[in-house]
């Protein structure tokens, strides 16, 4: 679980990166251009700067929750205080892999990305098998804790 829970730390600091890269590098619209059509010209400016503070405060939460999983889990690993609720949290980014992983599948039917949808997929794999040992892991831990102090 040590190396899981750095491995969840690791990939919420990635997550962030390849967002910031994607709407840097422009491979990302944050904001589609019918939309911007439609927003009157005097508050277009502050429609986009409230855009990328919500995406400022989004990128925030990921590299926080993944930190607070990634830390508890290696707390849990080591046989130190943790708090309980890091379970919760990783059960429930658990599920969201596996509600994004098939999305991929639609995403191979464009070869012009083809390469980079197919490293995306790989990483989200990889992360997805870390939770699921992360969970799995805390589970037989503390089955085997409660069968001892029987």
Not at 31 to 38: K, R, S
Not at 70 to 77: D, E, H, K, L, P
Not at 87 to 106: E, G, K, N, R, W
Not at 118 to 144: E, Q
Request: some cysteine.
């Amino acid at each position: 679980m040590y190396i899981g829970g750095l491995g969840v730390i690791i990939f919420g600091f990635w997550t962030v990166l390849r967002l910031l890269l994607g709407v840097v590098l422009g491979s990302q619209k944050i904001i589609d251009d019918e939309v911007m059509a439609n927003i009157p010209e005097e508050i277009a400016d502050d429609f986009v700067l409230y855009v990328y503070l919500i995406l400022a405060i989004l990128c925030i939460l990921i590299i926080v929750l993944h930190t607070f999983i990634g830390i508890n889990s290696m707390r849990f690993a080591k046989d130190k205080k943790y708090r309980k609720i890091f379970i919760l949290f990783s059960l429930m980014l658990m599920v969201f892999q596996f509600l994004i992983i098939p999305s991929y599948v639609t995403q191979f039917m464009n070869i012009k990305d083809l390469d980079t949808v197919f490293a995306a997929a790989i990483v989200d794999i990889t992360f997805t098998a870390i939770l699921i040992d992360i969970n799995l892991s805390y589970f037989r831990v503390k089955r085997l804790i409660a069968k001892r102090a029987l």
